[in-house]
């Protein structure tokens, strides 16, 4: 019971706290340019952007409809659908050689688009699972107040710093890179730790959403990038940008709206598939001639 009590404490203070570090560190990344090249993107990022808002709630809708899932898994698939794109993808490019500008730029627009679409949507979508299971009351506001005080606010933060002092930020860039990736990873352990049983009774049907999830944005990111003709990077970076979401948003919401730890069970395992199932499609779309 005291070793429930205090991972209970872990998850509720030192995930959020370890998100707002990523978030700062994310903002050291980030430049206004990268918000302003959107005019040198008009077409990518207002189609891209329109399509991963309207259609990626559906598809999750429809998994939920077609795997039945338990309860915590249908919420961590909701909230996962309805949160922003994961500076992930930006990493996803990389190893890809796609255009990693572009992908930053929709990285930040829909950071910034998150303060409307994610509790827009992740509300309707909570009101539609009411009506198909156990539902779960979404406080529109508490939504709002957690994207911009847990990710908006920390990443203007650190876009601060980056513009104040550009020397020591460069300086310490690799540093900083190093300093996200371990929060990442003890966020990630810190869930799987206390989910685990969660996890372990429902890791088929988690598997199955996350890698039918994860291929059905991709492809509608493919899709999309065909149907526009746009040219080979800006194609992979589609690839790469629809499946990834923002774990830091999905847990925040979870944790200090919902008070639903349990759907983190899904969040963090749904990350792990989709790295395990992109990272080899990125390096199989690296242009040959770059590895030569």
Same mark, same amino acid.
């Given at each position: ?52 808002? *309207?259609?990626?709630? %559906?598809? !999750? +809708?429809?998994?939920? /409809?077609?795997?039945?899932?338990? @309860?915590? #898994? $249908? &919420? ?25 500008? *572009?992908?930053?730029? %929709?990285? !930040? +627009?829909?950071?910034? /688009?998150?303060?409307?679409?994610? @509790?827009? #949507? $992740? &509300? ?169």
């Amino acid at each position: 019971m005291r070793r429930m009590a205090i991972m209970s404490v872990v998850v509720s203070t030192g995930v959020p706290l370890l998100i707002i570090l990523a978030m700062v560190v994310v903002g050291l990344e980030l430049t206004p340019a990268d918000l302003s090249r959107v005019l040198h993107y008009p077409a990518q990022v207002i189609v891209a952007l329109l399509c991963q808002v *309207l259609i990626l709630p %559906l598809l !999750a +809708a429809a998994l939920i /409809l077609f795997l039945r899932p338990a @309860p915590a #898994i $249908a &919420g961590g698939l909701i909230l996962a659908a309805a949160a922003p794109q994961a500076m992930t993808s930006n990493y996803f490019c990389l190893l890809a050689r796609a255009d990693v500008a *572009l992908s930053v730029t %929709l990285t !930040a +627009a829909s950071s910034v /688009l998150a303060v409307a679409s994610t @509790p827009l #949507i $992740a &509300g309707l979508a909570f009101d539609w699972l009411a009506e198909q299971q156990a539902g779960f009351v979404l406080p529109i506001e508490k939504v709002i107040q957690q994207i911009v005080t847990g990710l908006l606010f920390p990443a203007g933060v650190g876009m601060l710093v980056r513009y104040y002092a550009p020397a020591f930020t460069e300086h310490n860039r690799v540093r900083f890179q190093r300093l996200s990736v371990l929060a990442l990873a003890a966020m990630l352990a810190i869930i799987l730790t206390d989910q685990a049983a969660t996890i372990e009774r429902n890791l088929a049907s988690i598997v199955v959403a996350s890698a039918l999830f994860t291929a059905g944005a991709a492809a509608l990111g493919l899709g999309v990038a065909k149907v526009m003709s746009w040219n080979r990077a800006d194609t992979i970076t589609m690839l790469a940008a629809f499946p990834s979401r923002s774990l830091s948003v999905a847990a925040l919401i979870a944790l200090n709206v919902l008070g639903r730890s349990d759907f983190l069970s899904f969040a963090a395992t749904f990350y792990l598939v989709q790295v395990l199932l992109l990272v080899p499609v990125m390096l199989l779309a690296r242009p040959a001639s770059m590895d030569a």
